[in-house]
């Protein structure tokens, strides 16, 4: 298994694929799969069916997940898409960008 450095909630930019370009924020990820849900990212339509009598069938998106070696991190203080590095101090591991140095 790999180790992920993208968690809920952080920006990303997509850096291959259809969507190459885009930024959003990640809803979800699946460690053992290495994926992630970004939000706006990689949309498809489904087709549902009605549940009950009367109610008519519709076409939804529902977002996908993505590889994470497809999205890349961006950093809140350089504002740049990053690597990320890992820093240990007093037994607290951080992870920091490798551009600017700070913490994210």
Do not use: W
């Not at 990640?26 to 009950?52: D, T, W």
């Not at 109610?55 to 809140?76: A, D, F, M, Y």
């Not at 504002?79 to 600017?100: A, F, L």
């Amino acid at each position: 298994m790999k180790k992920i450095s993208i968690k809920k909630n952080d920006m990303v930019k997509i850096i291959s694929g259809k969507d190459n370009g885009k930024t959003g924020k990640v809803v979800k990820v699946f460690p053992l799969k290495e994926r992630a849900v970004v939000e706006g990212i990689n949309l498809y339509k489904k087709h549902v069916k009605p549940k009950k009598e009367g109610e008519k069938g519709q076409v939804i998106t529902v977002p996908r997940s993505v590889h994470i070696s497809n999205i890349q991190l961006i950093c809140p203080a350089c504002g740049k898409p990053t690597r990320i590095g890992y820093v240990i101090e007093d037994k607290n591991k951080s992870r920091v960008c490798k551009k600017c140095k700070s913490r994210i």
